[in-house]
């Protein structure tokens, strides 16, 4: 059986070359049975995104895989191959096997452990699935992709921190009040990021969204998206002491929270924490509010800052992630190798037991009719002797069916016990 | 103490716990239940207090401010009246929280001023003094948690001040919820602690007389009981939080710590 994966993905082509053979998901029943179609083909599984557009395939150990997709890929996607040159990979047995476990782990993705790889790869495998196109090697190829991706994300830190600046400021909430359930939050200003960093806290469970803007008009635009309430720019200050979040990014000149009127509000708030996250260029906000006890202030930088932090450490983790991928790869290597050997031994079990079967009937020609006893002998006997001939080499087989060099090995036992495929 | 003096007082201690009882359930609830109630108590309370003093004078001859357990009474006294007015004034209700617990206590030492014939067996006297001594530990491990919650909170809140999270940033609780579990242990030791030192006295008094509260150990401990009450009552009146908070918690750990070590050589007394 041979495996075979062909694709292109955001690291070897541009965007033109990946929309050519990009497939629309409704093609993707037809696509997979046109694959399986083709000669030696036992199984298929495309994977199209917008980053990457791979072909997976299992084939029979006669026929070529790389022949047999890139006619494919001419004739349905009009692409030869050749032109595509370097920007095509392809990649065979543990190397194919090493590239799934990679692209489910989210380890060849542009932002390295951004998980949305793993669901689209799901995607693939249950269009697959719905039409027959799995059904043994690269069925359990998959599926183990999808555990060493788990393995990956719960073992290593890879997903755990936030690597955009909106998320970060999400991230950051949390670490300041548990949990973000029953937040206010007041956006003064409007602008892309600030929206955005709403947008997140919303979903993480601010309860409610006040917006302030020198145009009362703009401020009640923006509260009818987050369904908020508008707050005229006058009133916004009066209104801190009741809002946990301050997201900042009005184009004003000048600090609009002073320190000494982010004093006031914290008395007034009794001490509760605050965050207060200042997007705006210049800064909305007296730098000297973090000095002040239980209130937490992020500007633009500070944030880029721990997005930064939050990346390194990600390549980091993700070093530790390969290291556990290439370890998957060897179990997967050994266990098909396992699974390669295991006809063998059943073969070389049968055909002793065929020679100690006609054995004990030319016996018993010979002998005539014995007495149970004598029967229960010569069984156990016989069998004692295959027995202890035939351990050797299995546990010889079992060995070698794990190396590299093992097949040599395996060949001669075959042929030494003249065993037929 | 004169005893119709002492008689009055016990019956004002005995309102004045009703004070107490309101402020554990601020403390451990965080509602109000029987404010309306322990004001009235404590009002009344303050007029026994008042003839207790009263018949002190009388019967000595003199102002009833001599002595350890005169001087104590007459204070509680004036702390109990001086709250009633700040309160008729202001109705700074939030203040019960502190001059409850501590005009309690306070009276309660103060009526110890006569010893009692008491006759107890060595049973019930053992089994009291293993509640004391349980509900100080279970006090103690309350307020341990407590300084551990508040150590992890200010090394959270530097990584976060600094802007610059390392890995302990990762793996520490986020600051709300330890500053809830701050709260929560640190309640619950005080009740546990505020309990103790009642039954703790009563043993003491019963055992000992008039003689026990010139102990150093005795003072050790009603300092760091209350140091304790100004910890609950900062926290939860005055709304001390995050930082300051966690430093106060430490501390009161590091007093608590003190009164144990002193504590450790009780058991010479208790064998005499």
Redo the contacts between chains.
């Keep these: 059986m041979k495996l075979l994966v062909a694709g292109v993905s955001h690291k070897t082509a541009p965007v033109e070359v990946r929309e050519r053979l990009a497939f629309a998901e409704n093609s993707l029943p037809l696509v997979l049975r046109d694959l399986t179609s083709r000669q030696g083909i036992s199984e298929a599984l495309v994977l199209s995104t917008c980053n990457r557009v791979e072909i997976v395939v299992a084939a029979d150990d006669a026929v070529d895989p790389v022949a047999t997709v890139s006619s494919f890929l001419q004739e349905s996607r009009g692409v030869a191959t050749g032109a595509l040159g370097p920007s095509l990979y392809q990649h065979e047995g543990r190397e194919a096997i090493h590239h799934l476990f990679r692209v489910a782990s989210s380890l060849d993705s542009m932002v390295v452990g951004e998980p949305q790889i793993l669901g689209q790869l799901k995607q693939a495998y249950a269009h697959a699935k719905a039409n027959d196109c799995l059904t043994g090697l690269l069925e359990t190829i998959v599926s183990r992709a999808f555990n060493v991706a788990k393995r990956v994300r719960s073992e290593t830190?890879i997903g755990?921190?936030a690597v955009s600046v909106s998320y970060a400021a999400v991230e950051?909430a949390?670490?300041?009040?548990?949990?973000l359930a029953g937040r206010t939050v007041m956006i003064v200003g409007s602008g892309k990021m600030s929206e955005l960093a709403a947008r997140h806290l919303r979903r993480s469970g601010a309860s409610h969204i006040f917006v302030t803007n020198r145009t009362y008009e703009r401020a009640q635009e923006l509260a009818t998206v987050f369904q908020g309430t508008p707050v005229e720019y006058t009133r916004f200050p009066a209104m801190l002491p009741e809002v946990d979040i301050v997201i900042t990014s009005s184009g004003a000149p000048h600090y609009v929270l002073t320190r000494d009127e982010m004093q006031r509000v914290i008395v007034a708030r009794?001490?509760?924490?605050m965050f207060v996250i200042d997007i705006a260029v210049p800064r909305n906000v007296e730098p000297t509010v973090?000095e002040i006890?239980?209130i937490?202030l992020?500007d633009i930088d500070?944030l880029q800052?721990?997005v930064n932090?939050?990346l390194r450490d990600r390549n980091k983790e993700a070093e530790r992630a390969e290291a556990l991928v290439i370890q998957e790869v060897e179990h997967m290597m050994a266990r098909l190798k396992v699974q390669e050997v295991a006809p063998t031994i059943v073969s070389l079990q049968g055909q002793l037991e065929q020679i100690r079967a006609g054995e004990i009937e030319r016996v018993r020609r010979k002998l005539g009719p014995l007495t149970p006893d004598q029967e229960e002998a010569i069984e156990a006997l016989t069998r004692g002797i295959i027995n202890k001939i035939a351990h050797g080499p299995i546990s010889e087989l079992r060995k070698q069916a794990g190396r590299p060099d093992g097949v040599h090995v395996i060949d001669a036992i075959r042929q030494v016990f003249h065993l037929k495929d | 103490m004169a005893e119709m003096s002492i008689v009055w007082l016990r019956v004002a201690a005995g309102l004045y716990s009703l004070g107490l009882i309101d402020s554990i359930l601020t403390i451990t609830q965080r509602r109000a239940h029987l404010f309306r109630i322990a004001i009235g108590a404590l009002a009344l309370a303050g007029v026994f207090h008042l003839v207790s003093i009263v018949e002190q004078g009388t019967a000595i001859g003199q102002f009833p401010a001599s002595g350890f357990y005169e001087s104590m009474s007459l204070c509680a006294f004036l702390i109990t009246a001086l709250f009633l007015v700040v309160y008729w004034r202001y109705r700074l209700e939030s203040l019960g929280v502190f001059i409850f617990p501590l005009v309690f206590i306070m009276t309660l030492v103060a009526s110890m001023g006569r010893p009692v014939q008491a006759s107890w067996s060595s049973t019930v006297r053992d089994a009291w003094l293993i509640v004391h001594v349980v509900l100080v530990l279970l006090g103690y491990a309350a307020l341990l948690f407590t300084a551990v919650a508040a150590v992890l909170y200010l090394v959270q809140e530097r990584e976060l001040k600094r802007k610059k999270p390392r890995s302990f940033y990762h793996r520490l609780p986020p600051l709300g919820t330890l500053d809830d579990l701050i709260t929560k242990f640190m309640s619950w030791g005080f009740v546990f602690i505020t309990v103790a030192v009642v039954v703790g006295s009563v043993w003491a008094f019963v055992e000992f007389g008039t003689r026990w509260v010139t102990d150093p150990k005795i003072a050790i401990s009603l300092f760091t009981w209350g140091i304790y009450l100004a910890m609950v009552f900062l926290r939860v009146s005055a709304g001390w939080r995050g930082r300051k908070a966690a430093v106060m918690a430490i501390t009161a750990l590091g007093c608590s710590a003190l009164t144990w070590v002193a504590h450790a050589q009780l058991q010479s007394l208790w064998l005499r």
Aim: aromatic letters at 12%.
């Design positions: 830190g755990q921190m950051l949390r670490k300041i009040f548990g949990t009794r001490n509760k924490p973090n006890d239980n937490f992020y500070d800052e721990v932090a939050n």
